[in-house]
T-cell receptor, first 110, second 116 residues
Framework: QKEVEQDPGPLSVPEGAIVSLNCTYS??????FMWYRQYSRKGPELLMYTYSSGNKEDGRFTAQVDKSSKYISLFIRDSQPSDSATYLCAMKTSYDKVIFGPGTSLSVIP | EAQVTQNPRYLITVTGKKLTVTCSQN?????MSWYRQDPGLGLRQIYY???????DKGDVPEGYKVSRKEKRNFPLILESPSPNQTSLYFC???????????????FGQGTRLTVV
């Protein structure tokens, strides 16, 4: 079993839809949880970052962490064509080893 | 402008010929890291550095070396490249990852390496 699993997609939604992106993990030592967005031919950019369990909201983006279920989610409200990208979850222990999920490709259709 | 600069962007080399990919950041970040990205495998951490003269192995360190003599530079060295190191490489620079602190994380534009 991989340490971090993520539905690879591709995921295709109409503009304005609510998007749910999910990751599961097996290592209970992960404490820091991140979501990155990667456009084609670009480096990843950090979208959201949370510590331990709970929710965090930033504009149209909401990150949720459920450590008891080893499950994290990123919700995108009112999705836009500019949200079309690959979304990567990433996790880190307190010893600074970062593990990325394989990424989910999202297309938002106008 | 805050940025992470990798060079070269594209490189084709032959098996066994030593090469170095440079990475430089202008943000005074402590934490730097190298990743490789392969289809279906996502980003895998090669090496990371928490500060000058402090480096540690990530998940896939075999065949790679790094050094951190200065805070701004974190070169990736392939002493004897092999075809299985053909990949897209990213350098990343992060201010800090700790509870309650706003983090900055920047990735370089990537280096596409082909080893024939």
């Amino acid at each position: 079993q991989k340490e971090v699993e993520q539905d690879p997609g591709p995921l295709s939604v109409p503009e304005g839809a609510i998007v749910s992106l999910n990751c599961t993990y097996s290592n209970s030592a992960f404490q820091y949880f991140m979501w990155y967005r990667q456009y084609s031919r670009k480096g990843p950019e950090l979208l959201m970052y949370t510590y331990s369990s709970g929710n965090k909201e930033d504009g149209r983006f909401t990150a949720q962490v459920d450590k008891s279920s080893k499950y994290i989610s990123l919700f995108i409200r009112d999705s836009q064509p500019s949200d079309s990208a690959t979304y990567l979850c990433a996790m880190k222990t307190s010893y600074d080893k970062v593990i990325f999920g394989p990424g989910t490709s999202l297309s938002v259709i106008p | 402008e805050a940025q992470v600069t990798q060079n070269p962007r594209y490189l084709i080399t032959v098996t066994g010929k030593k090469l170095t990919v440079t990475c430089s950041q202008n943000m005074n970040h402590e934490y730097m890291s190298w990743y490789r990205q392969d289809p279906g495998l996502g980003l895998r951490q090669i090496y990371y550095s928490m500060n000058v003269e402090v480096t540690d192995k990530g998940d896939v360190p075999e065949g790679y070396k790094v050094s951190r003599k200065e805070k701004r530079n974190f070169p990736l060295i392939l002493e004897s490249p092999s075809p299985n190191q053909t990949s897209l490489y990213f350098c990343a620079s992060i201010l800090s990852l700790s509870e309650g602190r706003v983090s900055e994380a920047f990735f370089g534009q990537g280096t596409r390496l082909t080893v024939v």
